[in-house]
């Protein structure tokens, strides 16, 4: 069965800065999609970034990016700039590539992340 | 276009009472899911729904009920509420050709 880690339940980042946040997870899967969601206090679940299992190039969205290592199976995410917006929790999220709806995302236990001012 | 909503947004009941939490979807998707979020746990997925008459039991289906009468909609029901049903519930949905979910706001139901 697929698992995904978050070994990191809080992480703290002064603004401005730069933070990473770990994740790796467990599959024998060969394709498969992998996720960052971002849940501000509003509590809605935001898609931060998505990266496919068979691009080898890091995907990157704006000041958010990351650094995907199949091998290890690590997906980190570095976000540079910190804004005070970026506090919330960030989840770590696996999806097999195939299989229609059946494929059902596969969450880490989430990093809560503090921005200082 | 609203994307997904989730009604209502907070609900308290009492052990053994029964309610409905709706989940409506204005973007013509196939799938539709449903979550509960607990403290560090991340989201468990109870149920889903590849189409419109279909549903599937997911990690956590015991407890719950689910139904999908129309594309748009895709009901969560709790036939006799638990405490341990007490949790954060997310209804999320995405279409059949991509790969991103788009959740609603969540529910917060609390089961005294």
């Known amino acids: 069965a697929q698992t995904v880690t978050q070994s990191q339940p809080e992480m703290s980042v002064q603004e401005a800065e730069t933070v990473t946040l770990s994740c790796t997870y467990d599959?024998?899967?060969?394709?498969?999609?992998l996720f960052w969601y971002k849940q501000p206090p509003s509590r809605q679940m935001i898609l931060v970034i998505r990266?496919?299992?068979?691009?080898?190039q890091n995907a990157t969205e704006n000041r958010f990016s990351v650094n995907f290592q199949k091998a290890a199976k690590s997906f980190s995410l570095k976000i540079s700039d910190s804004q005070l917006g970026d506090a919330a929790m960030y989840f770590c999220?696996?999806?097999?590539?195939?299989?229609?709806?059946?494929?059902?995302?596969?969450f880490g236990t989430g990093t809560l992340l503090a921005v200082q001012p | 276009n609203a994307g997904v909503t989730q009604t209502p947004k907070f609900r308290v009941l009492k052990t053994g009472q029964s309610m409905t939490l709706l989940c409506a979807q204005d973007?013509?998707?196939?799938?539709m899911y449903w979550y509960r979020q607990d403290p560090g746990m991340g989201l468990r997925l109870i149920h889903y729904?590849?189409?419109?008459?279909?549903?599937a039991k997911g990690e956590v289906p015991d407890g719950y009920n689910v139904s999908r009468l129309k594309k748009q909609n895709f009901l969560l029901g709790l036939e006799s509420a638990a405490p341990s049903q007490t949790s954060v519930y997310f209804c999320?949905?995405?279409?059949?050709?991509?790969?991103?979910?788009?959740f609603g706001p969540g529910t917060r139901l609390t089961v005294l």
């Open positions: 999320a949905s995405r279409p059949s050709r991509a790969d991103t979910q788009y």
């Open positions: 599959t024998s899967e060969s394709d498969y999609y």
């Open positions: 990266q496919e299992a068979y691009k080898q």
């Open positions: 999220a696996y999806r097999r590539s195939y299989g229609g709806a059946t494929n059902k995302l596969i």
């Open positions: 973007m013509n998707h196939e799938y």
């Open positions: 729904s590849v189409g419109e008459g279909t549903t």
